[in-house]
């Protein structure tokens, strides 16, 4: 799998110069498109749609640098993380860290930049299994446990940037995002640009850039940036990169064993448990029965 190169990113966060404070409430943080790159756009997208919704679904690991110019040298990621990503269509997934180290200054022979654990830090972990939406705090042993309401059951994983991974719907992206084609740095990839509408995303993060590959239209990588991001002031940003990409490799008749296998029944006995609707402000943290059958979220299989 081709990595971006640092040229790469060096051009993509260019692109932003102009317009990194430009994503006010309301307001298209870039020019409107010209109809020819509309139509472009358009084309694009429908593509990426058609592509992606024919998968029902998707296995594969990521790896995460995050940029943070304060915290590590400039070009030199602050965090990696390495873990995976499983998904069933329409609204079952699983995103959890498997690897989390972080920059420890450079080696003083080679200059090289050392990175090392940290205790108690695990990264994300998470699942939605269709009634649900689980997170595990491995760091507190905590889980909250949302419920969904009704009306968003049986349908796409849609928030934060996983329609970038998962199933794109061309027309509800353009309804919460402003988004444009940008030029690509590299030959057969296709860049394109997302910023948020919606005050609850713009919360999460500023942008995001979708790098595609132009004769499957799946994406390669994903850049995100921080809801405060400037390229001087404020350069933080997450890079993820997708492999061993498995679509549709399983049949209908093993899909149940397959969410098995990455969807736990439950956290361990001792975790505290916070229960809320969607939405809502969780309750206070407290203990609370689960099945014998829980399984330690660290040993879930994968």
Not at 146 to 164: D, S, Y
Not at 215 to 240: E, I
Request: aromatic share 10%; with cysteine.
């Amino acid at each position: 799998m081709m990595r971006l190169t640092l040229v790469t990113l060096v051009v993509l966060l260019g692109s932003l110069t102009g317009t990194a404070q430009q994503n006010q409430a309301g307001q298209q943080p870039f020019p409107k498109l010209s109809e020819a790159a509309q139509a472009q756009l358009q084309q694009v997208l429908q593509k990426w749609e058609k592509q992606s919704q024919s998968m029902k679904t998707l296995e594969c690991r990521f790896m995460r640098w995050h940029y943070d110019n304060f915290a590590a040298p400039a070009n030199v990621p602050a965090s990696k993380a390495e873990g995976i990503i499983k998904y069933a269509a329409p609204d079952k997934g699983l995103f959890r860290a498997e690897q989390l180290v972080f920059y420890a200054g450079a080696d003083p022979q080679s200059k090289n930049p050392i990175f090392k654990p940290q205790p108690n830090q695990f990264g994300e972990y998470w699942v939605c299994n269709g009634t649900e939406l689980i997170e595990f705090d491995r760091s507190k042993q905590e889980c909250t446990i949302q419920q969904l309401p009704e009306n968003m059951r049986g349908k796409n994983i849609v928030n934060g940037p996983l329609p970038f991974v998962f199933n794109l719907d061309a027309k509800q992206i353009q309804q919460k995002y402003w988004v444009r084609q940008v030029a690509s740095p590299n030959p057969g990839i296709i860049v394109v640009e997302a910023w948020p509408k919606v005050q609850e995303l713009r919360a999460q993060y500023k942008l995001v850039q979708i790098a595609l590959e132009e004769a499957t239209y799946q994406p390669h990588a994903l850049l995100m940036y921080a809801p405060n991001f400037h390229p001087k002031n404020a350069p933080k940003w997450d890079h993820y990169e997708f492999r061993e990409i498995k679509r549709n490799a399983v049949t209908a008749g093993f899909q149940q064993k397959f969410l098995g296998n990455f969807i736990p029944n439950a956290p361990p006995k001792s975790w505290k448990i916070i229960r809320a609707q969607l939405g809502q402000q969780p309750a206070p943290p407290q203990q609370q029965p689960v099945p014998q059958q829980a399984q330690n979220p660290n040993r879930v299989k994968g």
